[in-house]
């Protein structure tokens, strides 16, 4: 008897590069998950299109016809819930989540941010990260909570930041290692390596105290 694979939903909203890397990887066999959703807030995300494109359900709504950010997303995750999902990953999703609409689901869902949370929790962290002279900048993957960008760090992917880059360079050459980062943590849940207690997640049956770190032979202990 064949086991169901792990049941995904994703939420983006913008041109889904981070779930194109992940529909990628399934293809190459390096993800077994399958994904039953991809929503939006804006129905001309390209997310939508890479979406429909692979015969994945879509779903796009408005949060201006809601009378409040809880109604939307409480809406949201009542159609997530109805997909049959497993997990939620955010790949580029740009709205704060409401925490009555989210506490069900924590432990459940990722989110993937571009820089070494906790530093530049937010927006413009390329551009804050150049302001401050940082050396590195990076990616997070975490476990998301009520607290802007604030849950758990699962992973991380660091980036030497060049003396000519500037706020655009740095995205472009950072995105490459988030495309590898967010599969990679994905397939660890995929795979039950990394689970959530209740209280925090674990790896491979321990407490995570530190984020797993990118490398090139993929994901491994922070040394």
């Known amino acids: 008897m064949t086991t169901p694979l792990p049941r995904v939903a994703v939420l983006a909203s913008g041109r889904g590069s981070n779930l194109a890397a992940m529909l990628e990887a399934r293809g190459r066999g390096e993800l077994p998950v399958e994904f039953v959703l991809v929503g939006s807030d804006k129905a001309d995300a390209g997310a939508l299109r890479l979406a429909e494109a692979a015969n994945i359900p879509t779903l796009a709504l408005d949060p201006r016809v809601y009378p409040d950010r809880r109604a939307f997303d409480l809406d949201l995750f009542a159609r997530v819930a109805a997909s049959g999902a497993e997990w939620l990953v955010l790949a580029g999703f740009m709205r704060i989540l409401d925490g009555e609409a989210l506490t069900p689901w924590v432990g459940r869902v990722i989110n993937i941010h571009p820089s070494l949370l906790p530093k530049y929790r937010g927006l413009h962290t390329h551009r804050r990260a150049l302001a401050a002279g940082d050396l590195e900048h990076g990616a997070s993957v975490h476990f998301v909570t009520a607290e802007l960008d604030g849950g758990p760090v699962i992973a991380q992917a660091r980036l030497a930041i060049?003396?000519?880059?500037?706020?655009?360079?740095?995205?472009?050459?950072?995105l490459p290692l988030e495309h590898r980062l967010l599969?990679?943590?994905?397939?660890?849940?995929?795979?039950?390596?990394?689970?959530?207690?209740?209280?925090?997640?674990?790896?491979?049956?321990?407490?995570?105290?530190?984020?797993?770190?990118?490398?090139?032979?993929?994901?491994?202990a922070a040394e």
């Open 162 to 174: 060049a003396a000519g880059d500037d706020e655009h360079q740095l995205a472009q050459r950072l």
């Open 183 to 220: 599969p990679a943590v994905l397939n660890l849940l995929a795979s039950k390596r990394l689970q959530w207690d209740g209280h925090a997640p674990r790896f491979d049956g321990r407490p995570l105290l530190t984020p797993l770190m990118l490398g090139d032979e993929g994901l491994r």
